[in-house]
């Protein structure tokens, strides 16, 4: 079992910025740095929709149009954490944040909830415009 949480979530205006962290604990026969890892959001009414993944090494990333070019994914294996930072910030961007863990495929596109074996609790990120 992986837990993981969130943290970094708040208020900020428009044009601001914001860095989540994510970090893993628990025990696992697999380490954190075998884990392919994400973010997704999901606002009031809307469905959870993927944000930005990245692959074990930290070599690979992917990230969802409307934050590309706005927000960069990585991580730090030694320290099992996962950071977002979100540059830019619109009022569209609020929503509930949430980290996620997948065992790596043979696929190389983790924007798929279902790739997912864990989730953190979330962490709001509200945006004022």
């Known amino acids: 079992q992986v837990q993981l949480v969130e943290s970094g979530g708040g208020l900020v205006q428009a044009g601001g910025s914001l860095r989540l962290s994510c970090t893993a604990s628990g025990r696992t026969a697999r380490t954190f740095s075998s884990y392919a890892m994400g973010w997704f959001r999901q606002a009031p009414g809307k469905e959870r929709e993927f944000v930005a993944a990245i692959n074990w090494s930290g070599g690979n990333t992917q990230y969802a149009d409307s934050v590309k070019g706005r927000f960069t994914i990585s991580r730090d294996n030694a320290k099992n954490t996962l950071y977002l930072q979100m540059n830019s910030l619109k009022p569209e961007d609020t929503a509930v944040y949430y980290c996620?863990?997948?065992?790596?495929?043979?696929?190389?596109?983790?924007?798929?909830?279902?790739?997912?074996?864990?989730w953190g609790q979330g962490t709001q990120v509200t945006v004022s415009s």
């Open positions: 996620a863990a997948a065992i790596p495929y043979s696929g190389s596109s983790y924007t798929g909830t279902t790739l997912y074996e864990y």
